[in-house]
């Protein structure tokens, strides 16, 4: 063989590498695409989830007085809306406690979306609170097969 067909055969080569470099690299931004697109889905579905629950009232037991006994405020353990009752007639936040939620889209299918509500240290709001205070964190959370980890946002309330 002479030099011509080594250069020949070295083009040819180097041209394949070039090819599947090329497809790799469009294959993954395809990838990233369509993962971009399914995290901006899940963050709206648990932006619109947050926005329902800020409408609603603090505490059922709460009016529109700003002086409040602490003591009277939902106790922990009574978190969460009464069985089949649905969440269009819920008219506080700590009815969403334990609240599921399947919305269908076309593109990505069901988007699972979770709230937990509980209360926290009203100096510290990354310390859950055991007991009554006036500051509760809602946690939204939103799971879909095409998400590599589950969506969390959260949100805080106090009186």
Request: proline content about 3%; hydrophobic content about 40%.
């Amino acid at each position: 063989m002479n030099i011509q067909t080594f250069i020949t055969i070295g083009a040819i080569i180097l041209l394949g590498i070039l090819g599947i470099t090329l497809n790799r690299t469009i294959s993954n931004a395809e990838e990233t695409k369509i993962f971009s697109e399914c995290i901006l889905t899940a963050n709206s579905l648990a932006q619109e989830m947050i926005y329902e629950i800020k409408q609603k009232k603090f505490d059922k037991n709460v009016g529109d007085e700003i002086t409040v006994n602490v003591a009277n405020l939902t106790p922990p353990a009574q978190f969460g809306a009464a069985p089949g009752k649905p969440a269009s007639q819920f008219v506080s936040v700590e009815e969403y406690h334990n609240h599921k939620r399947t919305v269908n889209t076309n593109r990505f299918g069901n988007f699972n979306i979770v709230v937990n509500v509980s209360y926290v240290n009203e100096n510290n709001f990354t310390q859950i609170s055991s007991t009554q205070t006036r500051a509760k964190e809602i946690l939204v959370k939103v799971a879909n097969k095409y998400l590599l980890d589950t969506l969390k946002l959260r949100m805080y309330k106090s009186f």
